[in-house]
Antibody, heavy 119, light 103 residues
Framework: EVRLVESGGGLVQPGGSLRLSCAAS????????MSWVRQAPGKGLEWVAN????????NYVDSVWGRFTVSRDNAKNSLYLQMNSLRAEDTALYYC????????????WGQGTLVTVSS | EIVLTQSPVTLSLSPGERATLPCRAS??????LAWYQQKPGQAPRLLIY???NRATGVPARFSGSGSGTDFTLTISSLEPEDFAVYYC?????FGQGTRLDIK
């Protein structure tokens, strides 16, 4: 059974940092692109970043470029999102998701971890 | 940048009725469009990818069609568990969602 479990969310002040983690199991993690998708409270879905199966290619939405870094450790079946210079508008539930194919479809999702940026 | 427009924002139907949910792209996306279902408090679930391919375990009452800029998710006969929010997606862009409510 494919399982994705996010952790690391919490309350942080504007300008602060957080590192999210996603533990994967039930599939060969190192064969798949992975994505982070977020959802602000009461709002829709926003794609944030993705990373190639070998970690050698990353992509970001413009609004997080230069502030967020996606990484992975295939030996630990884990995905990460380092978030720096956090802003109020980064407040959201952050999901990690397995990417199905080249068109960024996400076939498995975790339950999300909540990040709240507030003073 | 491609924009995906889902209208209406809310659709009210009764169980047993047929639902048609549209998604329009600002430019052609060929057939590279997916649909997700999200229920309150749950993560999104992939229903359809590449316009018309059902994801694993998705009931046959869900179908997708379209090409280019106009796409439709159809639910042939609504079950109580189908009332949820539905999003379309092309690559890294999501539509704003259509909420399917019980009438």
């Amino acid at each position: 059974e494919v399982r994705l479990v996010e952790s690391g969310g919490g309350l942080v002040q504007p300008g602060g940092s957080l590192r999210l983690s996603c533990a994967a199991s039930g599939f060969t993690f190192g064969r798949y692109w992975m994505s982070w998708v977020r959802q602000a409270p009461g709002k829709g879905l926003e794609w944030v970043a993705n990373i190639r199966h070998d970690g050698n290619d990353e992509n970001y939405v413009d609004s997080v470029w230069g502030r967020f870094t996606v990484s992975r450790d295939n030996a630990k079946n884990s995905l990460y999102l380092q978030m720096n210079s956090l802003r109020a508008e980064d407040t959201a539930l952050y999901y990690c998701a397995r990417v199905l194919d080249a068109y960024d479809y996400c076939d498995y999702w975790g339950q999300g971890t909540l990040v709240t940026v507030s003073s | 940048e491609i924009v995906l427009t889902q209208s209406p924002v809310t659709l009210s139907l009764s169980p047993g009725e047929r639902a048609t949910l549209p998604c329009r792209a600002s430019q052609s996306v060929s057939n590279h469009l997916a649909w997700y279902q999200q229920k309150p408090g749950q993560a999104p679930r992939l229903l359809i990818y590449d316009t018309s391919n059902r994801a694993t375990g998705v009931p046959a009452r869900f179908s997708g069609s379209g090409s280019g800029t106009d796409f439709t998710l159809t639910i042939s006969s609504l079950e109580p568990e189908d009332f949820a929010v539905y999003y379309c997606q092309h690559r890294r862009t999501f539509g704003q969602g259509t909420r399917l409510d019980i009438k």
